[in-house]
């Protein structure tokens, strides 16, 4: 079984954004928001290493902070008659993918 790999997951998703944006002086925030994503992912998940299925969610994630980066803090903005509304923390299209690979905490009964 193939095991998960953050550096190279993330020259996939960097290989992506130079296909599509012509990225070139923003690989460094990329990697940022992409190393925020992988941390957040796991977080959700209640895990300390990704599971290699996790990778698309990851990089979707990643590519959401790259696209909002410049409305941070923002719940929706309104420019020339169009709104745009943000959803705060996961979204629900991500969360749901990620849900398979949470790992479950056992808690204390008081």
Same mark, same amino acid.
């Given at each position: 079984?193939?095991?998960?790999?953050?550096? +190279?997951?993330?020259?996939?998703?960097?290989?992506?954004?130079?296909?599509?944006?012509? %990225?070139?002086?923003?690989? /460094?925030? %990329?990697?940022?928001?992409?190393?925020?994503?992988?941390?957040?992912?796991?977080?959700?998940?209640? #895990?300390?290493?990704?599971?290699?299925?996790?990778?698309?969610?990851? #990089?979707?994630?990643? +590519?959401?902070?790259?696209?909002? #980066?410049?409305? $941070?803090? /923002?719940?929706?903005?309104? $420019?020339?008659?169009?709104?745009?509304?943000? $959803? $705060?923390?996961?979204? +629900? +299209?991500?969360?749901?993918?990620?849900?398979?690979?949470?790992?479950?905490?056992?808690?204390?009964?008081?």
């Amino acid at each position: 079984m193939e095991k998960y790999d953050s550096d +190279k997951q993330f020259e996939i998703l960097l290989r992506r954004y130079k296909e599509i944006k012509k %990225l070139s002086d923003e690989a /460094e925030l %990329l990697r940022d928001d992409f190393n925020d994503a992988e941390q957040e992912a796991l977080n959700y998940c209640n #895990r300390t290493d990704p599971a290699i299925g996790m990778a698309t969610s990851i #990089r979707d994630l990643a +590519k959401l902070r790259f696209n909002q #980066r410049d409305v $941070e803090g /923002e719940t929706s903005r309104s $420019e020339g008659g169009v709104s745009q509304s943000f $959803e $705060e923390g996961i979204p +629900k +299209k991500i969360r749901s993918q990620l849900n398979g690979y949470r790992v479950a905490r056992a808690r204390k009964l008081s």
